[in-house]
């Protein structure tokens, strides 16, 4: 069974930092591409950092980049986000993606072109 599993979500300090992890099973997360979003209740999911299969360019949304990190460690099957200089708006819950084709790349997140699979998601919230 294909499968993602975030987690290291939880309450920080603005300012702070926190590392999120994206464990995949039932498949090899090299081969497909693997994206971060989040969603605060109300508002559209958010496309954040994305990896391509098998080393291509990384992908990262102007609202995070030079704050937020996306990487791979292949021989866990997991892809991480690092998120420094964490402010109240980053509050929302993060969730992984991919899809069950490998042809599919960054730019087709939600398109519906491509079976997606999603995690369950871990929540992130920035506050004193």
């Known amino acids: 069974q294909w499968q993602l599993v975030e987690s290291g979500g939880g309450l920080v300090q603005p300012g702070g930092s926190l590392r999120l992890s994206c464990a995949a099973s039932?498949?090899?997360?090299?081969?497909?591409?693997l994206g971060w979003f989040r969603q605060v209740p109300g508002k559209e999911r958010e496309r954040l950092p994305c990896?391509?299969?098998?080393?291509?360019?990384?992908k990262y949304a102007d609202s995070v980049k030079g704050r937020f990190t996306i990487s791979r460690d292949n021989a866990k099957n997991t892809v991480y986000l690092q998120m420094n200089s964490l402010n109240p708006e980053d509050t929302a819950v993060y969730y992984c993606?991919?899809?069950?084709?490998?042809?599919?790349?960054?730019?087709?997140?939600?398109?519906?072109?491509?079976?997606?699979?999603w995690g369950q998601g871990t929540p992130v919230t920035v506050s004193l």
């Open positions: 039932g498949f090899t997360l090299e081969d497909y591409a």
């Open positions: 990896i391509p299969a098998n080393g291509g360019s990384t």
């Open positions: 993606a991919s899809f069950t084709t490998p042809a599919a790349g960054c730019n087709d997140f939600l398109r519906g072109w491509y079976r997606e699979i």
